[in-house]
């Protein structure tokens, strides 16, 4: 059974020829304990899908994108939608299940900690292992180390220092949050205009992220609300196409953060380094 519906509370997910796991993830809304008062689906699908219905969510709108402008301005999109009354939106992948407490863990700790811009939950994989979704903002040296190493040397110290302690078990200040499914404060998310719409897809959370600190609010892990992420659903449609965007989208953040002629060196070495990262990853990507 559902629980009570939160008119402040809306949900904007991102679909891409999606209909099959929609179904899943508006499935897990319905028997949440706290339940939005709509959900928005932002279809970048070339044709409109079929979009699964739900006899106990209140509304489910779509608005239709077949130009597909990417992640973070299909988000912009189903957020400008929202009626005045959503002070509250999840915004999310839809190959996400959510466990019955999710929302309202987070809506709890969001309405206790008023300068709490986004709140994002312990996301598990499919197979039960933990994702890293709470990250440090990657640093010129951090960046620099991840960069080089962190594909023929997970463990390198760079590495484990973006990643944060994501084993956390209580609640922890983060430099960005995994776009796949966060809680935004619609207030700060209008306060920095959203998602930087320059990015397709990868970056555009860190990004949000690194803004929302800039202007003096707080992005918090919250790991007693939980998620579980069944997998890169689009991105596997188009693989190579994605490790190109994840590069060209990892070097736009760099830029922005690190502008002008004295950091060139460090965004060169860091682009060489993501440069080796891309082709190993097309190799790899090529044998399996």
């Not at 301005?73 to 929202?82: D, E, F, K, M």
Request: with cysteine.
């Amino acid at each position: 059974m559902s629980g009570a519906v939160d008119s402040t509370l809306a949900v904007v997910v991102v679909s891409y020829q999606s209909t099959d796991v929609l179904a899943e993830f508006l499935t897990s809304l319905e028997k949440s304990s706290v339940v939005p008062s709509q959900v928005v689906i932002v279809d970048n699908s070339p044709e409109m899908m079929a979009i699964p219905g739900s006899k106990t969510l209140p509304k489910i709108s779509v608005i239709h994108r077949p130009d597909n402008p990417g992640y973070g301005s299909a988000v912009n999109i189903g957020v400008r939608s929202l009626p005045d009354e959503c002070e509250w939106v999840v915004v999310c992948n839809p190959d996400i299940v959510v466990q019955p407490n999710t929302l309202e863990s987070l809506l709890s700790v969001a309405r206790s900690t008023p300068e709490a811009a986004a709140l994002g939950p312990a996301i598990s994989n499919e197979d039960g292992s933990l994702y890293p979704s709470a990250r440090a903002l990657p640093s010129l040296g951090v960046g620099i180390g991840h960069a080089l190493f962190g594909i023929v040397w997970p463990t390198n110290p760079w590495t484990i220092a973006y990643r944060g302690d994501y084993r956390s078990e209580k609640v922890r200040e983060s430099g960005w949050l995994s776009g796949s499914f966060q809680l935004m404060r619609r207030e700060a998310f209008d306060t920095v205009s959203g998602f930087d719409g320059g990015y397709f897809m990868f970056f555009e959370d860190v990004d949000l992220g690194w803004r929302l600190g800039e202007a003096g609010y707080r992005n918090l892990y919250v790991p007693q609300a939980r998620a579980t992420h069944l997998g890169g659903h689009s991105t596997k449609q188009s693989h190579q196409a994605m490790i190109r965007a994840h590069h060209d989208s990892a070097m736009r953040f760099i830029t922005k953060r690190y502008p002008g002629a004295l950091w060139w060196p460090a965004r060169a070495l860091i682009n060489l380094g993501l440069s080796v990262r891309e082709r190993i990853l097309r190799s790899r990507a090529l044998e399996a």
